[in-house]
């Protein structure tokens, strides 16, 4: 069985490769670049771009203009804020207005002031939130309607709906809240293997993949993806 990721424009073998594609920084990256109507990116210039900017993060230091000291990394920062040397200088230093006052700076900032600011701490932790241009960066953005936080993405549970998220004992009682109140009913019931399956593949595509059931169109985030289908799209094509 073999699927396909419009986001990523990639195929996928199993089930299992599936999970792990949706939930990896790749695909996360290349819906937020779908949301954006920016076209996806291969899995080798994300990596590309993705260690340009580490090198560009590792690159950072921090400097105390009170005591004209460059710190090297947070935790000496820190401990130097902290110092009876700092804050004395700081109390005695005429129109300082904090004893904190500071700034990030590059290691090569003055020979080249054009170089790509690094990253914040949101974008540290999900590389996917930075957008940059394919083939080049021409088209390089960030999005920044992105939360800076975001929800793990997950699939939606075998017995809740995939349209609202009400959670029923069974998954025959699911199936009918969805038919009652969204008109979704499984296509050709009759010749699926297991339903169970089926329905936990859509599940992974709601929650995970963050696409449309009709249309693979890919959203944001899983409530993004419900507004859209509740618009016109509760249900799954038949050619599929």
Not at 44 to 65: A, G, I, P, W
Not at 180 to 188: G, I, N, Q, T
């Amino acid at each position: 069985m073999s699927f396909v990721c419009n986001a990523c424009n990639c195929n996928i073998t199993s089930v299992e490769q599936r999970s792990e594609h949706y939930s990896s920084y790749w695909h996360r990256y290349n819906v937020k670049r779908s949301c954006e109507s920016l076209p996806p990116v291969s899995k080798e210039v994300f990596e590309k771009k993705l260690s340009e900017m580490t090198k560009t993060k590792q690159s950072v230091t921090l400097q105390c203009f009170v005591c004209r000291k460059t710190l090297a990394s947070k935790k000496s920062y820190d401990h130097h804020m902290r110092s009876k040397r700092h804050l004395q200088k700081a109390a005695n230093r005429s129109g300082a207005s904090t004893p904190g006052m500071s700034r990030q700076v590059s290691n090569n900032a003055q020979a080249s002031s054009d170089k790509k600011q690094p990253l914040d701490s949101a974008e540290a932790q999900n590389p996917a939130n930075a957008v940059v241009g394919a083939e080049g960066g021409a088209e390089e953005k960030e999005i920044n309607s992105a939360p800076k936080v975001e929800k793990k993405a997950e699939p939606v549970p075998l017995k809740h709906c995939l349209f609202c998220g009400e959670s029923c004992d069974t998954l025959e009682g699911t199936l009918k809240h969805m038919l009652k109140a969204h008109s979704f009913y499984v296509p050709y019931v009759q010749f699926l293997v297991s339903v169970e399956g089926f329905m936990k593949y859509l599940g992974e595509k709601v929650g995970l993949g963050r696409q449309c059931l009709y249309c693979n169109r890919c959203f944001k985030d899983l409530e993004a993806v419900r507004q859209h289908m509740a618009s016109a799209f509760c249900r799954y094509p038949f050619n599929h």
